[in-house]
């Protein structure tokens, strides 16, 4: 039982470039989040879904997109990255259990320059 | 909307001493959730306690208590006996009790532990 995995755990872009984050979760989650942890600043909700095939925004969500094609995926990507979006992101899932707690992946460290 | 709030940045503790870190909050619900997490230079999340709004009973996890005042919408940490890996940044969070579609969680800014041997 891996939990929650995220691809790739670091990655170095260029302004402009695009790129894809995928979070993985063989826990049979209903409920998927992307986070950014910037420094001082916590944890921000950028996207969520709460079921395949749905998707919402959260506190942050411009300049990213989210797919959520299966259950145990959740993908977040970067059309054009720009230096502001040098952030560690986190994946967390759970289950849609009204008590439950959010379970996090390892974070992906992206720099952009 | 809700917010949380951890107003210290940093803290220090000596090591098997005491330490408690403090957490507000703002809502209009009565029913919701918080939660504690701990985040060592791991990276990793962690979740180190979880407190129900509806039970009056503050949560305790060995070494693990908070002070659930709902009143003054507060949700203090206690740490006892103080070891080397409590080290961390630890967040206070906020989710709605209602199953919505609207699901989110709110973090504080974190405040860092420092562990004084």
């Known amino acids: 039982n891996a939990g929650v995995t995220q691809t790739p755990k670091f990655r170095v872009l260029k302004t402009g470039q695009s790129m894809t984050l995928l979070c993985a979760q063989d826990?049979?989650?209903?409920?998927m989040y992307w986070y950014r942890q910037d420094p001082g600043m916590g944890l921000r909700l950028i996207h969520y879904?709460?079921?395949?095939?749905?998707?919402a925004k959260g506190e942050v969500p411009d300049g990213y997109n989210v797919s959520r094609l299966k259950k145990q995926n959740f993908l977040l990507g970067l059309e054009s990255a720009a230096p502001s979006q040098t952030s560690v992101y986190f994946c967390?899932?759970?289950?849609?259990?009204?008590?439950?707690?959010?379970?996090f992946g390892p974070g992906t460290r992206l720099t952009v320059t | 909307a809700q917010t949380v709030t951890q107003s210290q940045p940093e803290m220090s503790v000596q090591e098997a001493e005491t330490v408690t870190l403090s957490c507000t909050y703002d809502t209009s619900e009565s029913d919701y959730y918080l939660f504690w997490y701990k985040q060592p230079p791991s990276r990793q999340m962690i979740l180190v306690i979880r407190q129900e709004a509806y039970k009056q009973q503050n949560a305790t996890e060995n070494r693990f208590s908070v002070n659930f005042q709902k009143a003054a919408k507060s949700f203090s940490l206690k740490i006892s006996d103080s070891q080397l890996g409590d080290a961390a940044m630890y967040f206070c969070a906020y989710r709605s009790a209602r199953l919505h579609r609207d699901d989110k969680i709110i973090f504080g800014k974190g405040t860092r532990l420092h562990i004084l041997p």
């Open positions: 826990m049979n989650h209903e409920y």
């Open positions: 967390a899932s759970r289950r849609a259990v009204e008590a439950d707690e959010q379970y």
């Open positions: 879904s709460v079921g395949e095939g749905t998707t």
